[in-house]
Structure formats: C-alpha cells, structure tokens
C-alpha cells in the first residue's frame, strides 16, 4: 500500500527515483524497495520526508486517507472530465499535458515578475 501510494504520487510529481531520492535525502535503493513492497515499514521520519517532497501526508502513504493532497480533495466536475478525453482521443499523451503546464507556470511566473529597471 505504501510503495504504491508513493509511486503515484511520485509519478504524479513528475520525479524519478533519483530525483526523490535527492530531495528526501533518502537512498534511491531505500526508496525503491519501499515502492516495491520489499520495506513495508519504513520509519516514521523517512515517510515524513517523502510525504513533504510529494505534496502529501503521511496518513495518505499508509492508506488512511482517500486522496493525496494536503489541501483540501477536489473533484473534476464533468466538464473537466469532457476535455480530458477529448484532449485524450486526439492524441495528447500525459508528457504532452505536463510540458503545457510547465509552460504555463512558466507564463504565470514571469507575468507576475516585476519588470526589470529600464524597461
């Protein structure tokens, strides 16, 4: 339960192993015996560690909680759900979804940038 919670979200995150392991301090090898069930009981600190880097809690990786975010659970309401099987059936992949969202905190980042000195 615990490895699968954390490979979603993980894979979710957009993170390879490596990068988990970088932002966590944990080992990669730790990391992937925990998302292939070989450790079923990592420690407390350790999933505290994930859990940050994830964006989620603790009680979400052990299974206490239904949804994965700290924040509140949204909902897509059918609209949402529309344009994503539209978006789907006309052949945008999950890479292709995550480079427009990279692109558009990239615009929202530099329109909220105050403009530089001489400009």
């Given at each position: 339960?615990?490895?699968?919670?954390?490979?979603?979200?993980?894979?979710?995150?957009?993170?390879?192993i490596?990068?988990?392991?970088?932002?966590t301090?944990?080992?990669?090898?730790?990391l992937?015996y925990?998302?292939?069930?070989?450790?079923q009981?990592?420690?407390l600190?350790?999933?505290?560690?994930?859990?940050?880097?994830l964006?989620t809690?603790?009680?979400?990786?052990?299974?206490?909680?239904?949804?994965?975010?700290?924040?509140?659970?949204?909902?897509?309401?059918k609209?949402?759900?529309?344009l994503?099987?539209?978006?789907?059936?006309?052949?945008?992949?999950?890479?292709d979804f995550?480079?427009?969202?990279?692109?558009?905190?990239?615009?929202?980042k530099?329109?909220?940038?105050?403009?530089?000195?001489?400009?």
């Amino acid at each position: 339960m615990i490895g699968e919670r954390m490979k979603a979200q993980r894979k979710i995150k957009g993170y390879s192993i490596t990068k988990l392991a970088s932002l966590t301090g944990v080992s990669k090898s730790y990391l992937s015996y925990i998302e292939r069930g070989i450790q079923q009981n990592p420690s407390l600190q350790i999933l505290a560690k994930i859990a940050i880097r994830l964006d989620t809690s603790i009680d979400y990786l052990l299974g206490e909680e239904p949804y994965s975010s700290k924040k509140s659970p949204f909902k897509i309401d059918k609209e949402w759900e529309s344009l994503l099987k539209q978006a789907i059936n006309e052949g945008m992949s999950k890479e292709d979804f995550l480079q427009v969202r990279k692109y558009i905190t990239y615009k929202n980042k530099k329109n909220s940038q105050p403009p530089n000195e001489g400009e």
